[in-house]
């Protein structure tokens, strides 16, 4: 995935309002970028840190600017979670992601019953594999986790991932680490034990888990490779 122009450098000042960032552009301009992380965004918010802006100027946009990414000490680090599910069909139709290799049809945004859908379905003659895509930019000691919040949401996703498992479909979480090397992927328990719960019974039930961690860019990311998952 790489960006179309070249991304805008500032400073951030301020994330508020969940959808909103003030940053500083070099030139001295403040502006207000869409932020498109609804998440608490732990370790990737901090005042004067510098991030990167696109520019997308258009009639039905209020905010031309969208933050794109934050630098958290040496690390760069994809704050969008719209890119993480583009990051996930391309490396699914690229061949990064092994596991989901295979199926002749993908589709987006896919129903699964009035009132829930998931990120992706796979496709065969008489096989269906869902996909559910979950954007992940916390690390701690080292190691990235997700949530970042409390996130009923992701628990609710995962409740229909072992439903749909259970009725003999395949049912996979691909979690989208947008930041650098990473040994290790495993659920925050101190943020939200009960998604960490969830995700052991979903592990049990058969839903299958994998991480990938994306190399992150000024001038793109893409997915790399897949880390050890610890449950």
Not at 15 to 20: D, E, H
Not at 109 to 127: A, C, H, K, Y
Not at 174 to 187: E, N, T, Y
Request: net charge positive; with cysteine; charged share 25%.
């Amino acid at each position: 995935m790489r960006f179309p122009a070249p991304l805008i450098p500032g400073t951030l000042v301020k994330r508020y309002k969940r959808f909103l960032a003030d940053v500083r552009l070099d030139d001295g301009t403040l502006v207000t970028a869409h932020c498109t992380n609804t998440g608490s965004m732990l370790g990737c918010n901090a005042p004067g840190s510098q991030v990167y802006l696109s520019e997308q100027p258009g009639k039905n946009r209020k905010l031309p600017y969208t933050w794109e990414l934050i630098r958290v000490g040496r690390t760069l680090v994809g704050i969008n979670t719209l890119a993480a599910n583009r990051l996930a069909r391309e490396g699914i139709e690229s061949g990064v992601v092994k596991e989901l290799q295979g199926y002749e049809r993908l589709r987006p945004e896919v129903p699964t019953r009035p009132g829930s859908r998931l990120d992706f379905l796979l496709e065969n003659p008489g096989q269906q594999c869902y996909v559910e895509v979950k954007n992940v930019t916390l690390v701690m000691d080292g190691v990235a986790t997700f949530p970042d919040a409390v996130s009923e949401r992701g628990t609710r996703h995962l409740k229909e991932l072992i439903r749909l498992r259970r009725r003999g479909h395949r049912a996979v979480l691909l979690f989208v680490i947008q930041r650098g090397p990473c040994p290790s992927f495993r659920p925050a328990d101190e943020i939200d034990v009960e998604y960490g719960r969830w995700l052991r019974r979903a592990a049990r039930a058969g839903v299958e888990i994998y991480p990938y961690r994306a190399r992150v860019t000024v001038r793109g990311i893409s997915l790399r490779e897949a880390v050890p998952l610890q449950l």
